[in-house]
């Protein structure tokens, strides 16, 4: 395994998680996976706040996840605080007709696929699914 050259953004990561130590005690204590601390650093960038309060000892005692999942909803709940309804109400009727026309265009292909199957000429007898016939 030696022999395998790594992505330059993963070597990247591993000379972060150096700087910052914290991050590998909280990957062992099941509050992050990698996959998650790698994807927040390749999205964010390694200068972004939430990383320095892992830097080098600097981490208090607090379940992270949680802390996140507050942070979240503070974000969210400022976004409905900003938010104006009249505008929010005209983007739902946009959207609202969006669908409806989608539907439409649904309906259609389905009655076309339905015309089609009835247009099929059809004996007056009621088929027998298990007939065979002689050639």
Known sequence: MAGK????????FKAFVKEHPILIKLVRD???TWQELYEDWYLLGEDDPKWTQYKNGSQT??????DDDKNWVQ????????????QMQHHINNLS??????????????????EN?????????P?????????
């Open 5 to 12: 050259k790594l992505h330059p953004s993963v070597e990247q």
């Open 30 to 32: 099941d509050e992050y």
């Open 61 to 66: 005692k607090t379940s992270h996840k949680k």
């Open 75 to 86: 974000q969210l709940t400022g976004v409905f605080k900003k938010m104006d309804a009249n």
């Open 97 to 114: 007709q969006a669908i409806g026309a989608i539907q439409g265009v649904l309906t259609q292909f389905q009655g076309n696929n339905q």
């Open 117 to 125: 199957t009835n247009t099929q000429p059809q004996n007056d007898a």
């Open 127 to 135: 088929r027998n699914p298990f007939s065979f016939r002689k050639d």
